[in-house]
């Protein structure tokens, strides 16, 4: 198995648009990914939450998810407030366990050849977004 993250996207209201699914279909399609895992949450005005699982879902809304071959469980009730804690006050989210099937065969590769993974770590999108910013001004 390959590495695992957990991914989280918030919308307002319940507002999900079809178009991440493409996004994300694509992804699985190629191999690149696979959806071991998804909760949704649900934060009204108010603040409180309700957490679903894929298969509380009705068959419309279910649909969207037939990426999801499986689901391991791994999300776990405190996974489930940290990520609350951060949407906003009526809004939904979708979280997703990830493995990144692409480093699979790719770690195998770097066994084999007696290598070792030292560093493994994710850039924020913030820093990325940032630093690549910074690197086009300096070439204006």
């Known amino acids: 198995m390959g590495p695992l993250e957990v991914v989280a996207i918030e919308f307002p209201g ?39 699982e894929l298969a509380e879902l009705d068959e419309h809304e279910s649909a969207a998810f037939d990426l999801v071959d499986r689901t ?22 979708a979280l997703l366990v990830v493995e990144h099937a692409w480093a699979e065969d790719f770690e195998r590769a770097v066994r084999r050849a007696n290598g070792r993974l030292v560093v493994d770590a994710r850039i924020s999108d913030e820093v990325a977004r940032a630093a690549l910013d910074h690197a086009a001004s300096e070439r204006s």
């Open 14 to 52: 319940r507002q999900f648009r079809s178009e991440i699914m493409g996004a994300l279909g694509a992804a699985v399609e190629h191999g690149a990914i696979r959806i071991v895992d998804v909760t949704f949450l649900s934060k009204d005005a108010s603040g409180a939450v309700t957490s679903y």
């Open 72 to 93: 391991m469980g791994l999300l776990s009730v405190e996974d489930l407030e940290r990520v609350a804690a951060e949407l906003t006050d009526d809004s939904s989210a």
